[in-house]
């Protein structure tokens, strides 16, 4: 059963038509998961296997074509009706001849699609080369045009009803990073404190479980805090010594991640101590400044303006629009809040703001993922923001 209303899917699809006619698109081939889930409640674990989501401009609902053993999962997960969801044979999977990407061309073949003009994912994680070779191979005639982030562009306004779940995975996000706190000590392994995280993350709350979120916990210690995207060891936390966490919490795919920095020990340095207060200071500015109608840039000069107070830059983005998604990342590859992004937020918007301060031998996290109001900007998550201290 799909997780929205059918009326739900159909606005999406719409909006998603609206885009591929601006586009002169006539057949999209979907292959993000995201935008499958998106477009259709499609569910699985399947991603790993060239699968995809048609929408044709002349077909009121989409077509779900996969892996002959995941058609009951569309059963189960999508609103699409039986003869739009379309499997193929196993020996499609992995074979050196032949390709899943093959069988979907068939299927445009049948449906006389075979001279329109198809958008393809280009830049999608799930979508390669050689399926890309193998449908134009098999449709010589079509006009292939890059579609890319077509449907994740439709996704950056969020419905009321995926606001919902996005502030049910912010309250989950706060257990999480308690949680995470708590097992913080010298002599524990990092791998330990992280299965601590886990179950967090998937045990949720006693009104409602989580999810798996799309980027596993990144927890480096010591001078690793100085660089993003590391995760952990087995080695044991020692005293006088800081943790980053970035981790996040998951509902139906929904995110909401969240950042803290932690120090083992009773007199962290100075430096750290100062480059948390600005940071955190910065934080809280930003997030007041954020209103509707507000370019990205404009997001991102607050920020900027803050922390040259201090003498400190930031040359990477502070932020990226994010929300539904699948392994390897939460963020929906959009709009970003960094100079020259004049994407201008609207209500309904999410975003994470991660304010990562990487220096020399040592850094300082601190995030919030948020939604756009109609007069200013939600946290879906409420925790404190500060540099932690476990003296």
């Known amino acids: 059963m799909a997780l929205f209303q059918n009326d739900e899917y159909q606005a999406r699809i719409g909006k998603t038509k609206k885009r591929m006619d601006d586009s002169g698109i006539d057949v999209l081939i979907v292959s993000d998961p995201a935008n499958m889930n998106y477009l259709t409640g499609y569910d699985g674990w399947s991603f790993y296997v060239p699968q995809a989501v048609v929408v044709a401009m002349d077909l009121k609902m989409p077509l779900w074509i996969g892996r002959g053993m995941d058609v009951a999962g569309a059963r189960h997960t999508t609103f699409l009706n039986e003869d739009h969801i379309i499997g193929h044979s196993d020996n499609y999977v992995q074979n050196p001849v032949k390709h899943p990407m093959n069988f979907v061309a068939a299927e445009i073949k049948h449906r006389g699609w075979e001279r329109r003009t198809i958008g393809v994912e280009m830049d999608a994680y799930y979508f390669s080369a050689r399926g890309f070779l193998a449908l134009q191979k098999d449709l010589p005639r079509a006009n292939f045009q890059d579609a890319n982030l077509l449907v994740s562009w439709v996704r950056l306004i969020k419905s009321d009803a ?230």
Not at 186 to 194: F, M, Q
Not at 242 to 255: D, I, Q, S
Not at 269 to 280: D, N, Q
Not at 310 to 320: M, T, V
């Open 162 to 391: 995926e606001i919902n779940y996005m502030r049910q995975a912010g309250k989950i996000s706060e257990i999480v990073m308690e949680t995470a706190l708590n097992n913080l000590f010298p002599g524990v392994r990092e791998c330990d404190a992280v299965a601590a995280v886990y179950q967090a993350q998937m045990a949720g709350t006693p009104k409602f479980g989580g999810d798996y979120p799309a980027i596993v916990p990144m927890m480096p210690t010591g001078e690793k805090t100085s660089a993003p995207h590391l995760t952990w060891t087995d080695e044991p936390y020692r005293n006088n010594q800081a943790v980053n966490l970035e981790l996040a919490a998951c509902r139906h795919r929904y995110h909401s991640p969240l950042a803290r920095t932690a120090y083992l020990g009773k007199h962290p340095p100075e430096k750290l101590v100062s480059l948390a207060e600005h940071t955190v200071e910065g934080l809280n500015l930003t997030l007041e400044a954020v209103k509707p109608g507000m370019c990205c840039e404009e997001v991102e000069l607050v920020w900027r303006k803050h922390i040259a107070k201090a003498g400190l830059e930031k040359e990477s983005r502070i932020g990226y629009a994010m929300g539904l998604n699948y392994p390897p990342d939460w963020g929906e590859h959009t709009a970003s809040l960094r100079p020259g992004d004049k994407t201008v937020l609207a209500p309904n918007m999410t975003f994470h703001m991660i304010l990562g301060m990487w220096m020399d031998k040592y850094g300082f996290e601190c995030s919030e993922s948020f939604h756009v109001t109609e007069t200013g900007c939600e946290t879906f998550a409420d925790f404190p923001r500060k540099l932690f201290v476990k003296g």
